[in-house]
């Protein structure tokens, strides 16, 4: 649907600024933004996709991955088209670079949104697949329903939004995932047409201001596996995000215009583990890895298992009710508590 947005000024004339991400897209009457999905008309500048949603599916918290934002619980996953990046090895490229009319999508009211995730016994509604933040509007008109009605709301993002933009919906954004491409301006410049300082900005001031925060690296041989990129993301994570924060590296697999490029030795995630436990990160979670030991949430006091997972699943829990190791009382820092969902694969 389209319709006018809010996250826009007049720079001249009738020529428009969004100011939806760090880009700041100047755009003439009849032109679109960056992201294709934002016109000027007039004068105007309109979204051409609001709630126009190309997937809705359940999912467990966990495959976000948010790791301690209410472990076990479901997530009502929903997504529209296009994005901000332009990374030539995205999973989901035929919804990042779609633009209006190249993909069926379903024109779905914020309100029903927010009902459909009740009705599934859903804790949170994700906001994934496709870059959220470039569909801000609807982002916050849902997002406000959903907390008046008790539903939480998780953004599953590449961080490239607009401190302005950010300041005005951050209190509406419970938890978020942000995916780092890398630890080089060079790298963000080269192959997501953006840059790193924004991301950084983005991710520090949303844990600043109460966001649940959790951090994805997907490391990508011959392009940011290398040991001094990876120190420098684990201690800049350390140092203005809190050791605390999850970090979740996950493995490359060749896709859209990577194929050519091999998947991740095992080997090297584990280096980049060590890594940043050396720099002090206290809660490492290592993804696209089936059956492996760091899918768990370790204790950083005594080193034993208190959340143990099989891929999306917890099989064992060992924190009291304040989120306690049972074994010897450290805090582990998880917001809400385990919750046991019903079958997420019910029918939309």
Not at 10 to 37: H, L, N
Not at 132 to 157: Q, W
Not at 168 to 196: E, H, P
Request: proline share 7%.
């Amino acid at each position: 649907m389209e319709r006018e947005s809010r996250f826009y000024e007049t720079f001249r004339d009738d020529i428009v600024r969004c100011i939806v991400c760090p880009r700041r897209c100047i755009i003439k009457p009849g032109e679109r933004g960056f992201c294709g999905i934002k016109e000027n008309r007039g004068g105007k500048l309109y979204t051409l996709t609001y709630g126009d949603l190309s997937a809705m599916a359940v999912d467990p918290i966990e495959k976000k991955p948010l790791a301690h934002f209410y472990p076990g619980s479901l997530a009502f996953s929903i997504s529209h088209i296009s994005c901000s990046f332009t990374c030539p090895w995205c999973q989901n490229w035929h919804l990042s670079t779609a633009k209006p009319g190249d993909v069926p999508t379903r024109y779905v009211k914020p309100e029903e949104v927010v009902e459909m995730a009740r009705r599934r016994r859903c804790t949170s509604i994700a906001y994934t697949y496709n870059e959220p933040i470039i569909n801000l509007d609807y982002f916050e008109d849902t997002a406000k329903i959903a907390h008046e009605r008790g539903v939480k709301n998780v953004l599953v993002t590449n961080g490239y939004i607009s401190l302005e933009a950010l300041d005005r919906v951050v209190g509406l954004i419970d938890a978020a995932n942000v995916d780092w491409k890398s630890f080089s301006d060079d790298f963000y410049r080269r192959y997501c047409s953006a840059d790193l300082k924004s991301v950084l900005e983005a991710t520090v001031e949303m844990k600043r201001r109460g966001v649940h925060v959790e951090v994805t690296f997907l490391i990508i041989p011959g392009l940011n596996d290398g040991e001094e990129e990876a120190r420098a993301m684990a201690r800049y994570l350390v140092e203005n995000l809190g050791p605390d924060t999850p970090l979740h590296l996950s493995r490359f697999f060749p896709h859209y215009k990577f194929t050519h490029v091999s998947p991740t030795p095992v080997e090297i995630l584990m280096k980049v583990r060590e890594i940043a436990v050396e720099e002090g990160c206290r809660y490492i979670y290592v993804g696209n890895v089936p059956m492996n030991r760091y899918e768990n949430t370790y204790c950083p006091g005594c080193g034993r298992v208190v959340i143990e997972r099989v891929g999306y699943t917890i099989t064992d829990w060992h924190l009291d009710e304040e989120n306690r190791c049972e074994y010897c009382g450290e805090p582990i820092p998880i917001v809400g508590h385990r919750e046991f969902h019903p079958n997420p694969f019910l029918p939309l």
